[in-house]
């Protein structure tokens, strides 16, 4: 072989040495441990410590519920077992007013004056009736005189007695309607007192000086006409209407507090009663009409006025309302609830709940999680995605 050839064969291979050896020195890769760093055992995930899957999972103790409703809107109104509204019993013109809103009155204390054809018709019907029984019992008396003494018959005496009769139960019919009016056959003229038939303060009038009233107004179905003149109440307590959703209705019960708030007076509670459960659920709302009672010392509220309300737990049944929770802990599968609890430290559970209706990012749990056990409030979908990954 020359010395070219030789060359020739030489060089490849002294590249391929060179390369070899070049390798030999290098490191190699480095290789990725793909362990994974949790557990998954049916429906519980545990993380290794110092996981880093930790980060993004947040638990928060679940405190007991102290309320059985909590913050739900209520119309205020009059007190319905002392507030009566005044309409007029005879149609007429108003004369004067005799008492003002948030004037108090006396029973049968007087509110208006009115110029009253009715009135004046019925005191007459009244003073005629009087008249016609005493000539009725001036006729009967001489007819039994004349009976006596032979000069009269017996059929005579006894028409008498039936005239007598007939005038005494007019008298007595007319009074009566008299004394309905609140006068008596001893009235001087056609001017008709409207009286106030209880004690209170009147807080709502309708009438005015000059004004044409007519009894019939009250009625009628309008309810532009059918507001009463004069409403008398007492306002120290007033009645609270709220509406409860089905679900919360287990959790109330007649006599449980209330804690009422208002705009109006900001960081002022006042307390109340809950007086009665409604027996009818309305079928648009799907919620049923709450009473309470609510006291109003210093009058501040007013009725007609929204407020929010809480209902607050009886002491009897605590424990009976459950937890509450954020409702972000919430998620669901299907027609059932889920929360992730922690058991211990870094392992979180599953759990299916009952929940309520959310209030103020907060959901009542009334079965599953117990006062005090730790719920996931970030991350549950995070654990629900381990516990059961998309296909």
């Known amino acids: 072989m020359n010395t070219y050839t030789t060359f020739r064969w030489c060089r490849p291979l002294g590249?391929?040495?060179?390369?070899?050896?070049?390798?030999?020195?290098?490191?190699?890769?480095?290789?990725?441990?793909?362990?994974?760093?949790?557990?998954?055992?049916g429906e519980t995930v545990s993380f290794a410590k110092n996981a880093p899957q930790l980060a993004f999972i947040t638990a928060e103790p679940a405190q007991a519920r102290t309320l059985a409703v909590t913050h739900v809107t209520g119309r205020l109104y009059w007190?319905?077992?002392?507030?009566?509204?005044?309409?007029?019993?005879?149609?007429?013109?108003?004369?004067?007013?005799?008492?003002?809103?948030?004037?108090?009155?006396?029973?049968?204390?007087?509110?208006?004056?009115?110029?009253?054809?009715?009135?004046?018709?019925?005191?007459?019907?009244?003073?005629?009736?009087?008249?016609?029984?005493?000539?009725?019992?001036?006729?009967?008396?001489r007819s039994q005189e004349l009976l006596a003494h032979g000069a009269s018959a017996a059929k005579d005496v006894e028409a008498a007695e039936a005239a007598y009769?007939?005038?005494?139960?007019?008298?007595?019919?007319?009074?009566?309607?008299?004394?309905?009016?609140?006068?008596?056959?001893?009235?001087?003229?056609?001017?008709?007192?409207?009286?106030?038939?209880?004690?209170?303060?009147l807080v709502?009038?309708?009438?005015?000086?000059?004004?044409?009233?007519?009894?019939?107004?009250?009625?009628?179905?309008?309810?532009?006409?059918?507001?009463?003149?004069?409403?008398?109440?007492?306002?120290?307590?007033?009645?609270?209407?709220?509406?409860v959703a089905e679900p919360d209705l287990p959790l109330l019960q007649a006599g449980e507090r209330l804690q009422?708030?208002?705009?109006?007076?900001?960081?002022?509670?006042?307390?109340?009663?809950?007086?009665?459960?409604?027996?009818?659920?309305?079928?648009?709302?799907?919620?049923?009409?709450?009473?309470?009672?609510?006291?109003?010392?210093?009058?501040l509220l007013k009725a007609e006025m929204y407020v929010l309300v809480d209902v607050v737990q009886d002491a009897a049944r605590a424990g009976a309302l459950g937890v509450q929770a954020a409702s972000k802990a919430l998620f669901m599968k299907g027609d059932i609830s889920y929360v992730f609890v922690e058991t211990s430290p870094g392992t979180f559970q599953r759990q299916a709940v009952k929940v309520g209706v959310e209030q103020d990012s907060q959901i009542p749990i009334y079965d599953g999680v117990r006062p005090g056990q730790r719920v996931v409030t970030e991350g549950a979908l995070l654990l629900q995605s381990l516990v059961e990954p998309a296909s």
Do not use: H
């Not at 590249?15 to 190699?28: D, I, R, S, Y």
């Not at 009628?220 to 609270?240: I, M, R």
């Open 15 to 41: 590249l391929a040495v060179v390369l070899a050896l070049t390798g030999c020195n290098q490191e190699k890769p480095a290789t990725v441990d793909e362990t994974p760093n949790y557990t998954v055992t």
């Open 79 to 141: 007190d319905g077992d002392k507030t009566v509204g005044v309409f007029t019993p005879v149609a007429g013109r108003v004369v004067s007013l005799a008492a003002d809103l948030g004037q108090k009155v006396a029973a049968g204390g007087a509110l208006a004056t009115i110029d009253s054809p009715d009135f004046a018709q019925a005191l007459a019907n009244a003073r005629t009736a009087v008249a016609a029984l005493a000539a009725a019992d001036k006729a009967y008396s």
């Open 165 to 201: 009769v007939a005038a005494l139960a007019e008298r007595d019919r007319s009074e009566s309607v008299l004394a309905n009016y609140g006068g008596s056959d001893t009235s001087s003229n056609s001017i008709y007192t409207l009286r106030s038939p209880v004690a209170g303060t």
């Open 204 to 243: 709502d009038k309708n009438i005015n000086p000059g004004q044409e009233l007519r009894a019939d107004l009250m009625l009628a179905n309008a309810p532009n006409l059918f507001a009463p003149s004069f409403t008398v109440s007492e306002p120290s307590k007033l009645w609270l209407q709220i509406d």
């Open 260 to 299: 009422v708030t208002t705009r109006a007076f900001p960081g002022r509670v006042f307390d109340g009663v809950l007086d009665n459960i409604g027996d009818t659920m309305d079928p648009a709302t799907r919620t049923v009409k709450v009473r309470g009672v609510v006291d109003n010392p210093d009058l």
